[in-house]
């Protein structure tokens, strides 16, 4: 057999960490889970040596890391030294981040996407284009000189990824329904953030094809007593995702955990909205022509505006069960599971059962990386 035998981890299946387990890969799938003692024949065996197994995280939201920022080139060599940075942190599926930006550099972003799913670059999923169709009340850090409406000219160019999947996040006020409507059924998957929405506007949008909240809380609308907002919106509608940057500064976690129990807990997703910053020694990074400082783990500019984070999958991992008040096993399922629904790939990835693609990272009992693979293959440790 040419197969490879994974065993003398702990390994999340249905929830919980099973010890005894073997899981067999073979080409990058996992094509059994078996007792330890029933499983022989492998071409190799690797002993996980005690190390928690858990499904490979997937992160829809990665704008950089180990100096490598995407916006500033958007090219495959840029892809893949991203994505190799954030497997050092378990990462082992993502969806590159493009924040608002020339239309023509969105074009130069899907080309580069699609030329790294053809080479093979591991962990790539798809794109995630972060504006430029966003609100200016709600800009955060974007660059509002790159703000545009939606119009439906606009479609063909925002859903002609050819490979993967596309995540577009917009404001329902600068995208009307039928936009919205026209984006979906082209296969892309529509997310909601920096937006200044009524609830009526986003409720509109909801039903027109959004189907998530890009940075749950942050910029957009608040929760009021007589006026709902996106938040309103997003806790009260119990289909869409949303995601959670767990890194004590976003948002506090009592805000959080009173989130997590308006809706369904498969509707939470970690993500990192990661900078250059991460992996690095000195994390401070130049954006579109502003110095972003790194302190204390929190991406600032000058101004004070936050900037995307300097988290890693891993950390918001440890995080969400430090914060959260959830165990290991809900945690991986926010880092793993949910995206992977969320985007629509979880007939593959985000679980460790067979038939799923060996995409895995082993963790210590601190939670911290000791291994990743991706397809079957260690890429990290």
Not at 50 to 78: K, M, R, Y
Not at 201 to 215: C, I, P, S, Y
Not at 240 to 259: N, Q, Y
Not at 339 to 354: K, Q, V
Request: charged share 20%.
């Amino acid at each position: 057999m040419s197969a490879t035998l994974l065993v003398g981890g702990q390994v999340l299946l249905n929830g919980a960490l099973q010890c005894g387990k073997a899981l067999v890969v073979d080409n990058g799938r996992i094509v059994a889970i078996r007792d330890a003692g029933e499983a022989a024949g492998a071409a190799e065996v690797v002993d996980m040596d005690g190390g928690i197994v858990l499904p490979g995280f997937i992160d829809v939201q990665v704008n950089g890391g180990g100096g490598h920022l995407f916006n500033a080139d958007p090219s495959v060599e840029t892809i893949r030294l991203i994505a190799q940075t954030h497997a050092r942190f378990g990462t082992t599926t993502l969806l590159p981040t493009l924040i608002s930006d020339e239309l023509d550099k969105i074009e130069a972003a899907i080309k580069a996407v699609d030329a790294a799913i053809e080479a093979g670059v591991p962990g790539i999923a798809g794109l995630h284009l972060e504006g430029p169709f966003l609100s200016t009340d709600r800009k955060g850090v974007h660059d509002e000189t790159k703000f545009r409406e939606f119009e439906e000219r606009h479609i063909d160019l925002m859903a002609s990824l050819k490979h993967g999947r596309t995540l577009v996040t917009l404001s329902p006020e600068r995208a009307a329904p039928k936009v919205i409507a026209g984006l979906k059924a082209r296969g892309v998957v529509v997310s909601a953030g920096h937006t200044n929405a009524s609830y009526e506007q986003m409720r509109a949008a909801l039903e027109a094809g959004v189907t998530g909240f890009t940075h749950l809380f942050n910029a957009m609308s608040p929760l009021n007593s007589r006026e709902p907002g996106v938040v309103g919106a997003a806790l009260e509608d119990r289909e869409s995702w949303c995601g959670l940057i767990v890194d004590g500064h976003h948002v506090s976690p009592v805000t959080m955990k009173l989130a997590m129990r308006c809706k369904p807990l498969d509707k939470f997703m970690l993500v990192t909205d990661a900078m250059p910053s991460v992996g690095m020694e000195d994390g401070s990074f130049m954006l579109q022509g502003r110095r972003i400082h790194v302190e204390d783990g929190i991406c600032i500019t000058d101004d004070g505006t936050l900037a995307g984070s300097d988290l890693d999958m891993a950390r918001a991992l440890r995080n969400a069960v430090a914060m959260l008040d959830v165990d290991i096993g809900q945690a991986s399922a926010m880092a793993s599971h949910n995206p992977a629904a969320f985007i629509g790939i979880a007939d593959d990835r985000g679980t460790i059962r067979e038939g799923a693609m060996a995409d895995l990272v082993v963790l210590d009992e601190q939670m911290h990386v000791r291994s990743t693979w991706i397809g079957g293959v260690k890429v990290h440790g």
